[in-house]
């Protein structure tokens, strides 16, 4: 899939953050689900940022499951089937608003669109910024057992790949591999939250994640998001070096967020500059993570346009 298309495309356009877009539209994700309450709370909302990832040039857009667990749920008070109802919504709610873009779209040169179903770290359940660490105290086997069903489920809503973000070290991103080996047909990208040039935020060397992920088959493309902007070409280069699967690449917008109060800091970069460097530096999926905009995913678009002499 990603493959096919990459034979015809310099690089792959990615989506761009998701609650950024609630929040711009008013939408409180100061809730331990964080962005995921809007399954519940904001359907429409949830299918309206998707859309308009689509219509900014986006390939793939991600469903608002990083945050979406069972046990999540039912600490909201929600049956276990009504979770369950949750996470298929979240698959849905990206493929209509493919659909119904697709119906309202303009002929152009660009893939047709995918889904993705996301899958985010333990600690993005955890809600207390431990997959900025990594350091969970809990075996490979664990992990995979948290996210098995899970993964399962979302599995059942027919995305068409899924992306294992915000991944903060390599046995967490084995013990997910672990479980994308039980379904059948599964296709993911594998992509790291890192601290500087080299490592994840778990302190794994970038390096030795590519090497074991890439005897993975499941695994069509390895990488970083929600990392700093000046840190990726680095990153992009260490990967590269032990892996020709593709690298996908999605960097914040160079503001700094604070775990403990929940909030950003700094300027942010000018990111379509940044672009420029990771596809010259081999990325072949790029889009952004926190704090990106459609603005910013339409620059990278235009930027592919570029590329391809359009």
Request: aromatic share 10%; net charge negative.
């Amino acid at each position: 899939m990603i493959e096919e298309i990459l034979k015809k495309y310099p690089f792959i356009v990615l989506d761009g953050a998701f609650s950024t877009e609630l929040e711009r539209q008013g939408f409180s994700i100061n809730d331990e689900l964080w962005s995921a309450i809007a399954l519940y709370q904001k359907p429409d909302m949830v299918k309206a940022v998707h859309r308009s990832y689509y219509e900014a040039g986006s390939d793939i857009v991600t469903s608002a499951s990083y945050q979406a667990t069972l046990e999540g749920f039912e600490k909201k008070g929600f049956s276990r089937e009504e979770g369950k109802e949750l996470l298929i919504r979240s698959v849905r709610l990206v493929q209509e608003a493919r659909d119904e873009y697709l119906e309202h779209a303009k002929a152009e040169t660009r893939p047709v669109p995918l889904t993705a179903a996301s899958i985010g770290p333990y600690g993005a359940y955890l809600a207390d910024g431990s997959e900025y660490r990594g350091h969970y105290g809990i075996t490979r086997a664990e992990l995979a057992d948290f996210h098995r069903e899970r993964m399962h489920i979302l599995a059942g809503g027919g995305p068409d790949i899924f992306a294992c973000e915000t991944i903060p070290c390599l046995e967490e991103a084995l013990a997910e591999t672990d479980v994308l080996k039980e379904i059948e047909g599964a296709e993911a990208w594998v992509s790291f939250s890192c601290r500087d040039g080299l490592h994840t935020c778990g302190d794994d060397y970038i390096g030795d994640c590519a090497k074991a992920l890439d005897a993975v088959p499941q695994v069509r493309a390895i990488g970083v998001n929600c990392t700093a902007p000046e840190y990726v070409e680095s990153l992009i280069s260490e990967i590269r070096k032990y892996t020709d699967k593709p690298v996908v690449v999605y960097p914040n917008s160079g503001e700094q967020y604070d775990p403990e109060s929940k909030t950003w800091h700094g300027a942010s970069a000018e990111y379509a500059d940044f672009v420029r460097i990771w596809q010259k530096a081999g990325a072949r999926l790029i889009g952004g993570c926190c704090r990106t905009t459609p603005e910013d995913i339409r620059k990278v678009a235009a930027f592919r346009k570029e590329l391809m002499g359009e």
